[in-house]
């Protein structure tokens, strides 16, 4: 079949007079979607009946804030794709959150019970005209008795007076109810300004020679869709292999929803860019400081800065969002039959072969992707000058191969979710370590040696002497292999010295002033791991980071 295709950035895009909605419209149907990190890419097909000469329409269905510039158009049998104008369609209300939905659905339903009682109060306002006629009536009929006037005055009077006591109950219901009506659309219009963008829609003007079926095709990139990794790893011994669940969490709000689609996960991100940097030549030049003002607008100086109160902030990491659930890491390894892995360009795509439902509701959507088993080797690890704790690491070598991102991981060990842990490839060399938890039968304990420790001033120096202790015990019933690290202080400044150094059989970084133990425990045993060293530094100078 020979198709005509448009790339609508290379035509001129026409405005067309009239009403829109005038045009015959055409649902589309979304089958597949390349959702990136950052946006996606949505593909769409009709089938179109075409009369002879010109033809336009209006296509709805489509997503919401879609740039121009990334449509393009395909049409089959020879069909020329003249000109395309997209736009929000701001009045469509088929795409809503399931809350928003929920909200508006109690809208209706409590404006139809308003309108009952409205009928209610008309009637018994009906009722009350009535009987005050017919007490008019009865005044001015002197033909009555007077014991018959008062009977029928009396009865008139009842029957008022209930009328009238129960408008008014009814009336401070109404009240009620529309109170909860203001509410209930306040709480709609905070939820529809959540991210969620109306559907648009596509008007497109076709030419065909002769009239005609044609099969069309319509992809764009939109912003408002994205997923991020996660992870469930799971590991039953320390005797066996890892097993790592690939899993994405999928978010979209692109004002339509996205019904039994093919997906594809591609680590790419269109929003970044394509085109390489220039470098610009660096000169050097001396900085000027810049002068501080007070509220006066007086110069401070540098006395009154060095006092100036400062605020500490904290370096956020960004961690991916992920959501624990009871079955998670329990996946049949079957998903591997469904998804393959292209790694073949510059971005990584995983080409998932089972259709999938992702609502438009801007929440996170989880879709397994691979599973993995991996030979792992176990060590206890503990750095106890930062943690009182051990933990337990499963060893991955050959990690590259599975296209991992930076994500955050949900843990299980011996059959028990034991908490959230994080991957990061981008501070992993050779060897991935995967923290399968703490592990409280070993007790790591580190204490200063007080006793040990000495001051003394030697002419214009001051020789500070500092000893540790780090006693381990492992209680377990078996032997454990325990990595631990310490660390020495490391100097820059030519008038601080480090002498007397005794690593206690350590590994030292003389660089970084690293220390490693490798020590193998038996049962029940405990072991002391001892170090110090000695500081001389110019007397009358304090180190603030000594200690």
């Not at 029928?152 to 006591?165: H, I, Q, T």
Request: charge should be neutral.
């Amino acid at each position: 079949m020979k198709y005509t295709r448009l790339s609508l950035p290379a035509i001129l895009f026409l405005f067309f007079s009239g009403d829109l909605n005038a045009q015959p419209r055409q649902k589309l149907d979304i089958n597949e979607a390349v959702v990136f990190l950052s946006g996606a890419e949505l593909t769409s097909t009709a089938k179109l009946t075409l009369v002879k000469g010109e033809n336009e329409i209006m296509f709805t269905n489509v997503a919401a804030d879609v740039n121009s510039r990334n449509i393009s158009v395909n049409a089959s049998n020879g069909i020329v794709v003249e000109a395309a104008t997209f736009q929000n369609n701001y009045l469509g209300t088929d795409i809503m959150t399931p809350r928003a939905r929920e909200i508006k659905d109690s809208i209706e339903i409590i404006t139809e019970a308003k309108k009952l009682t409205d009928d209610k109060i008309a009637a018994i306002w009906e009722q009350v005209e009535i009987l005050k006629a017919n007490r008019k009536v009865g005044g001015n009929n002197t033909g009555l008795s007077v014991a018959e006037l008062t009977k029928m005055l009396d009865l008139a009077g009842s029957k008022m007076e209930s009328c009238l006591d129960q408008k008014t109950k009814l009336d401070g219901q109404q009240k009620k109810t529309d109170e909860r009506l203001t509410k209930l659309n306040n709480q709609l219009d905070e939820e529809q300004k959540k991210g969620m963008q109306p559907g648009g829609q596509l008007l497109v003007k076709f030419y065909a020679k002769e009239a005609t079926i044609t099969d069309v095709t319509i992809d764009y990139i939109v912003p408002n869709a994205g997923w991020s990794p996660t992870y469930d790893i799971s590991a039953d011994n320390v005797n066996s292999p890892i097993k790592l669940f690939y899993k994405a969490n999928i978010r979209q709000g692109t004002g339509v929803n996205w019904n039994n689609v093919h997906l594809t996960l591609s680590t790419g991100n269109p929003n970044e860019g394509v085109q390489a940097p220039d470098l610009s030549p660096w000169f050097l030049a001396f900085y000027i400081p810049q002068p501080m003002y007070n509220k006066s607008k007086k110069v401070l100086s540098g006395s009154e800065i060095a006092t100036m109160p400062t605020t500490e902030v904290a370096d956020l990491v960004s961690t991916t969002p992920g959501v624990y659930q009871s079955q998670r890491g329990q996946e049949q390894s079957s998903i591997n039959e469904y998804v393959a892995v292209d790694n073949a360009g510059i971005n990584t795509s995983f080409d998932i072969d089972l259709p999938y439902t992702i609502p438009c509701d801007g929440k996170q959507h989880l879709v397994a992707i691979k599973k993995y088993e991996l030979p792992a080797t176990y060590r206890y690890y503990a750095v106890p000058k930062q943690d009182k704790d051990a933990f337990l690491q499963a060893q991955v070598t050959n990690w590259e191969d599975l296209n991992l991102l930076p994500g955050q991981t949900n843990i299980f060990y011996e059959g028990t979710y034991v908490g959230l842990g994080m991957i990061d490839v981008r501070n992993v060399k050779d060897t991935m370590n995967i923290s399968l938890g703490r592990d409280k039968k070993i007790v790591v304990k580190r204490e200063r040696d007080t006793k040990l420790r000495s001051v003394k001033t030697i002419g214009t120096n001051v020789r500070e002497t500092f000893a540790y202790s780090i006693t381990i015990r492992n209680t377990r019933k078996e032997n454990i292999n325990l990595i631990v690290e310490d660390q020495m202080p490391v100097s820059n400044d030519k008038d601080i010295v480090l002498e007397d150094t005794d690593a206690g059989g350590a590994e030292v970084d003389a660089t970084t002033g690293m220390m490693k133990w490798a020590v193998s425990l038996n049962p029940d045993e405990t072991r002391k791991l001892e170090f110090g060293f000695t500081v001389k530094y110019p007397k009358g100078k304090v180190i603030t980071n000594l200690r």
